[in-house]
């Protein structure tokens, strides 16, 4: 037992963030759940609404921490709109015990490439 609490520990993300993006479906939803469960909140990024939504519900029944935005990260002004959003996500999701070591820890790209 006390090698468990050892690698839960080492691998926590209490008080982390994670933004993944293509987190709303696929590898990217599955790969969202990981640092969630891990304790950090995450902020999920993809197009579409209703998969983004579905996501976020599902990883708060599972006591985690998220949220989403939905942003097209095919060029440039949408990934600069989709950070901002996801920054100010971050900060909705942190206690405010937290806003001093706010920023991300874990950035993951599920999405797939451009034009596939």
């Known amino acids: 037992m006390a090698e468990r609490s050892y690698l839960a520990e080492l691998f926590s993300l209490d008080g982390k963030v994670a933004v993944v993006t293509g987190g709303s479906s696929g590898i990217g939803r599955a790969i969202a759940e990981a640092p969630a469960r891990a304790g950090a909140r995450v902020v999920v990024i993809a197009r579409r609404e209703e998969p983004l939504a579905e996501t976020v519900r599902e990883l708060e029944s599972h006591?985690?921490?998220?949220?989403?935005?939905?942003?097209?990260?095919?060029?440039?002004?949408?990934?600069?709109?989709?950070?901002?959003?996801?920054?100010?996500?971050?900060?909705?999701?942190?206690?405010?015990?937290?806003s001093f070591q706010m920023g991300v820890s874990v950035l993951v790209d599920g999405g797939a490439p451009a034009g596939l």
């Open 63 to 98: 006591g985690c921490r998220a949220a989403w935005v939905s942003a097209d990260l095919g060029s440039r002004p949408g990934v600069r709109t989709a950070a901002d959003e996801a920054a100010n996500a971050a900060l909705a999701l942190a206690s405010p015990d937290m």
